[in-house]
Nanobody, 122 residues
Framework: QVQLVESGGGLVQAGGSLRLSCVAS????????MGWYRQAPGRQRVLVAT???????NYADSVKGRFTVNRDNAKNTLYLQMNNLKSEDTAVYYC????????????????WGRGTQVTVSS
């Protein structure tokens, strides 16, 4: 069973910074793409950023220039550095790994973490 566990959320003032981490564990062969999503109260879950194994990144327009996604493949860990946080960044942040290849299966599988709360006070 593959698990994604997020950490690093918390309460921060507007203009501050946080660094989220997501550790992947269990039996898998590859996670070509990993990403962060967020869900604010009463809203749908939306993409924040993704990163491929080779380092190619993609960001939502709302976080470009403020957030940086990176990964340590050796540690199976995904990070999200969030700077200049705004009140509208308040949400539960989820780690996502679509297209995960696990032993014994040709079909890619998608996994989600349980989320970590980020609250930005104005």
């Amino acid at each position: 069973q593959v698990q994604l566990v997020e950490s690093g959320g918390g309460l921060v003032q507007a203009g501050g910074s946080l660094r989220l981490s997501c550790v992947a564990s269990g039996r898998f062969l590859s996670m070509n793409v990993m990403g962060w999503y967020r869900q604010a109260p009463g809203r749908q879950r939306v993409l924040v950023a993704t990163i491929r194994t080779g380092g190619y990144t993609n960001y939502a327009d709302s976080v470009k220039g403020r957030f940086t996604v990176n990964r340590d493949n050796a540690k199976n860990t995904l990070y999200l550095q969030m700077n200049n946080l705004k009140s509208e960044d308040t949400a539960v942040y989820y780690c996502n790994a679509p297209g995960t290849i696990v032993p014994g299966s040709l079909d890619p599988k998608e996994y989600w973490g349980r989320g970590t709360q980020v609250t930005v006070s104005s």
